[in-house]
């Protein structure tokens, strides 16, 4: 977790405002053409007006801001991009699919930073948290695999992503699991790229999360499907894998 800042809490509590009270008959539209595709989420940053957007994004790109995010990491940072992502309940789709199972991000070669924040109230009943295993339990080095396939998941999925019962496995991992996004306005920032985490899961109907997800990249080292000079390039997914 990092230091609440009022700038950043100001106005994530207007672009919730903006989308759960203003623009809400846009949001359930939103919800329902996701569901017709059998999805779970939708990324909605789009939708924000103009001066919402170019507040949110001065706030992000602050250089006192990135250099205080740089010192827990140890090298230069710089701001990449953002995005929001609704995510709702969906009937059809199971708990354990893409980006709701243990996973490490495989999308930047030198590695990213994430900096996260749920910006509505959740509760037991809606779930919709953020899940990480610390790198103390798992160190960066350090691989899980599952250890029965399981033909009901993809096979990007069946490859690169692990199961609950599988992570449980893991030594002193369980008790270790760390739970984000129960307080409104918090800021976690993780290397994805050597953390195992999941989330999004939303168990209850009606029930929604906002989370606003920021990508900084190493100044000097960048090469990630994030760079525009790289959007989509699945190369990189592959070259990590490969080494």
């Known amino acids: ?24 008959e846009k949001i359930n539209e939103v919800i329902l053409e996701s569901k017709k595709n059998n999805k ?19 706030i992000l790109k602050n250089r006192d801001f990135i250099n205080y995010l740089s010192c827990f990491f140890g090298y230069k940072l710089k701001f990449n991009s953002y995005l929001i992502r609704l995510n709702f309940y969906n009937s059809n789709l199971s708990e354990e699919e ?23 109230n959740l509760d037991l009943q809606s779930g919709g948290n953020f899940y990480f295993v610390p ?29 609950n019962s599988e992570m449980s496995k893991v030594k002193d991992v369980e008790k270790n699991i760390v ?11 993780i290397d ?13 109907d009606g029930s929604v999360r906002l989370l606003l997800q ?14 525009s000079s790289y959007k989509n390039n699945s ?3 592959h070259i990590k894998n490969i080494l």
């Open 40 to 58: 779970y989420s939708s990324e909605i940053e789009n939708l924000l007006n103009k001066a919402l957007n170019e507040r949110l994004i001065n």
């Open 98 to 120: 893409g980006p709701k199972m243990w996973h490490r991000d495989n999308d930047s070669f030198f590695g990213q930073i994430k900096l996260f924040s749920v910006f509505n």
């Open 135 to 163: 790198q103390k339990n798992i160190k960066d080095y350090e691989f899980v695999s599952n250890s029965v396939k399981n033909n009901k998941l993809s096979l990007l999925d069946q490859r690169s992503r692990i199961l």
């Open 192 to 204: 994805t790229n050597d953390t195992y985490h999941k989330g999004g899961f939303i168990k209850q």
């Open 214 to 227: 920021v990508i900084y990249e190493p100044y000097f080292n960048s090469l990630s499907n994030y760079n």
């Open 235 to 237: 190369g990189i997914f």
């Open 1 to 24: 977790l990092i230091d609440s800042r009022n700038d950043l809490n100001n106005i994530l509590n207007e672009i919730e405002d903006f989308y759960l009270i203003k623009n809400k």
């Open 179 to 189: 739970k984000f996004g129960n307080v409104k306005n918090q800021f976690l920032a």
